[in-house]
């Protein structure tokens, strides 16, 4: 089979459903995943705080590593090593304990905000993105290439090819520029890619999904050139790679809308780091279907949680435009005073083990005394908010067919 070919068959099903969000099924060599989806952050091959079998019970399907830090630690000459009985093909699935999809991100942005904060740790060419270790201040060199080859060593499902990020406040000059070597370097990982699936003798059924990311900045004219540069190399599915809210917060939804529109429509689109409540729900109306972030554990270690403002929107669509009424859940921080004596749970609708088993003023005590079952409460309560929340929006019509 050759290189080509590889991409003809479409891994991703997907419906229109009312309000312009899209109902799918996306196949990867580990399980269909429906879209919408959200992946919680296991950056260094963790969520932090939480088992796999914490994380599974809160009905997360896919989970996001990050190839720079893994890179840097433990390395992947370790991960390749690992092998556990049982468990197949072994690398960071076996090294984390997890059997499920796993999406790595290629770093690029972790990269360039190291050397965006402090110009002497690295530099970007059109070579790739050297740097230092933050840890031993050795100097590394991730080029394209190099960044598929890493992410094939640690095994991972969906694979995110190197771009070059910029922030929005960036020159237009910048902005073009960075969307050419984007372009570039995505011809590289794509042309890597290939590569390494024909030295594996990998077919549709066992070869990694491959994602280009899409860069432009806040102009609409950029956004749409890398995107249809993109897809004329050939990708599974897309990413939208920058922030999503301007200097001042705002909602760029006037961006999100195109770069979606100029990205083709049998693919996945992938909203990277796109994650609280209303951004991801103003974003699946506007025709995005996969997200991740740090948000619901990091908020639940330190003690906010998320609450749906009204229950009974778990038992219907939600009834929301692109322009999202912020009021339909909140968050609560159970550290305040007020909690000490509420012997009420979370939140009576909610099945997590926090809700069905212990109160605030208890999850409240746990916080006071430092103890770690308070991180991991709060932290499986966020998270099965955020997956009940993907299967509201996944009620629509059904698959064509079905």
Known sequence: MSSVSRMKKIMFERTTVSGGGRIGRLTTRRGVLTTPFFMPDATRA??????????RETGVEALVVNTYHLYLQP???LIKKVRIEGVDPGGVHAFMGWDGPL????GGYQIYSLIHKHAEMGKITDEGAEFRSVLDGSKHLITPERAIAIQFDLGTDMIVCLDDPRPNDASR???AKAVDRTLRWAERCRAEYDRQCEAQGLDDATRPLLFGVVQGGMHIDERRRCAEGLASIGFDGYGFGGRHIDEEGNFLADILAATADAIPENAPRFALGIGTPSDIVRCHALGWDMFDCVIPTREGRHGRLFLWTNPQIQNSKLPFP???DPDFYRTINIQNEQFKEDFSPIDPTCDCELCTRHTRAYLKHLFKVADPLAGRLASTHNLRFYVRLMEV???GKGFDGE
């Not at 999406?103 to 290629?106: G, Q, R, T």
């Open 103 to 106: 999406l790595s991100d290629s």
């Open 393 to 395: 929006l996944r009620q």
């Open 75 to 77: 390395g992947t000459d």
């Open 46 to 55: 963790s969520v932090r705080g939480l088992s796999a079998s914490d994380i």
């Open 322 to 324: 692109n322009q999202v």
């Open 173 to 175: 000059e910048e902005i």
